[in-house]
């Protein structure tokens, strides 16, 4: 039986493949005119057990830009779910309406176990705190276009590193290029995860941690900001108390690079004022736009589509 190709983790992709994706989606954004039949008769599922604008969205777009179909649910609440039916029993009936599924999930390690009983490619589109790997090859084809490199980059990572599925798929993917290093900012309670913090070790990456949004300012490339992000906190007093800790504004950027990139995953909240989004260095909106790109490449590269 031919081994089917998923992405649960961008470990599952290798630097090639990462790079080989990047060059095919900044072709698709330079022709994408010759793209728009590629995926016809073609059927993406979207299957959202947790809410989403960008990656649901841009996946869909990126499936009709190719001439495909979607469908899916994005609440689990509108799905056969809500009356018990379990993620591996929905994977295994969608899989026979579609021939690839895009899946959110709160839970760590859903798309993983439901890629293993898919009879069809699976994209972890977002697994509670842990990964989030499309969001880091559109963090990847951001860093690309706007610095011109992924090699050689002081990377400040700021906000919510402990819950941040974001940055734990970007450490892991910067990791593989040479001469990064990472300046992690974050309030304590907040600080990267020891099995994130390992894995930088193990592969003798540069990194400093910090508390302070200004201490490390002049010395970064990307400033990645994130969100403290509610749904991940058990106690509401903690969450009420971290939200509001970094707001990136003009004055915290007077001392910035003047080429640097601000990115961000997005939603934002409060952590980047809107005061910040007409700097040039503001890429957070550019990045969501790229992700549409990236994720045409990828259902390409899943489809086998030539
Ligand atoms: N960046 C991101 O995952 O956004 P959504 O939650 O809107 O998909």
Redesign the pocket.
């Known amino acids: 039986m031919k081994k089917i190709k998923n992405l649960i983790d961008i470990k599952d992709l290798s630097l090639k493949e990462i790079n080989d994706l990047i060059k095919v989606a900044n072709d698709i954004i330079t022709n994408e005119d010759s793209y728009k039949k590629k995926c016809d008769g073609k059927i993406l599922a979207t299957l959202f057990f947790e809410?989403?604008?960008?990656?649901?969205l841009s996946f869909e777009s990126a499936m009709l830009s190719l001439g495909g179909n979607v469908l899916g649910f994005s609440e689990a609440s509108s799905s056969s779910v809500s009356k018990g039916e379990s993620v591996i029993d929905t994977i295994q009936v969608v899989g026979g309406y579609s021939d690839l599924i895009v899946m959110r999930h709160p839970k760590e390690g859903a798309p993983f176990v439901a890629s293993m009983k898919s009879s069809v490619p699976i994209i972890n589109a977002?697994d509670g705190g842990h990964n989030?790997p499309t969001?880091t090859l559109t963090d990847l084809i951001t860093i690309s276009r706007e610095k011109g490199r992924l090699d050689n980059l002081v990377i400040g990572l700021c906000g919510d590193l402990k819950f941040g599925r974001?940055v734990h798929s970007l450490i892991n993917a910067m990791s593989r290029y040479k001469g990064i290093k990472f300046v992690l900012i974050s309030p304590n309670e907040l600080v990267l995860p020891d099995y994130v913090k390992k894995e930088l070790d193990a592969n003798n990456i540069s990194y400093v941690e910090t508390n302070d949004i200004l201490e490390y300012m002049d010395e970064l490339d990307i400033l990645y900001m994130t969100r403290v992000q509610k749904e991940r906190f058990f106690n509401e007093d903690d969450y009420v108390r971290l939200k509001d800790y970094y707001i990136l504004n003009k004055e915290k950027l007077a001392k910035a690079k003047k080429d640097l990139c601000i990115m961000h995953?997005?939603?934002r909240v409060n952590e980047i004022s809107t005061e910040v989004d007409d700097d040039p260095r503001a890429c957070y909106f550019k990045q969501a736009r790229y992700g549409k790109y990236i994720r045409m490449a990828l259902i390409l590269k899943l489809l086998e589509v030539k």
């Open positions: 809410p989403s604008t960008r990656t649901r977002g989030h969001q974001t995953p997005l939603p």
